[in-house]
């Protein structure tokens, strides 16, 4: 089992960015696939964007071509990089980790160890 503690979110208005960080601990990430996921209120927890241990990547429709997801394994840091951000991308954003190498998918059923949140909100 490993800990995952995230940062990076904050206020912010359409258009603009931010970068979320997610570091590991616990063991390397070199053997795990990583994902973001976000949670708006009153909705289902849904997957953003993930990245396998191969550096294969997979993402939402409704982030495409805004968001980048990467990780650095020397420093055991997952990252969000969201641009063009819009309102609707306002949620409580989560990382997680599935050990195995694994297609990257967006299912949070394929992830067992996860990290508390932090909160982005867009305003219009």
């Known amino acids: 089992q490993v800990h995952l503690v995230e940062s990076g979110g904050g206020s912010v208005q359409a258009g603009g960015s931010l970068r979320l960080s997610c570091v590991v601990s616990?063991?390397?990430?070199?053997?795990?696939?990583l994902g973001w996921f976000r949670q708006a209120p009153g909705k289902k927890r849904e997957g953003v964007a993930a990245i396998n241990s191969d550096g294969n990547t997979n993402y939402a429709d409704s982030v495409k071509g805004r968001f980048t997801v990467s990780r650095d394994d020397a420093k055991n840091t997952l990252y969000l990089q969201m641009n063009s951000l819009k309102p609707e991308d306002t949620a409580m954003y989560y990382c997680a980790a599935d050990f195995g190498r694994r297609w990257p998918g967006l299912s949070e059923y394929q992830y067992n160890d996860w990290g508390q949140g932090t909160q982005v909100t867009v305003s219009s």
């Open positions: 616990g063991a390397s990430i070199s053997y795990y696939c």
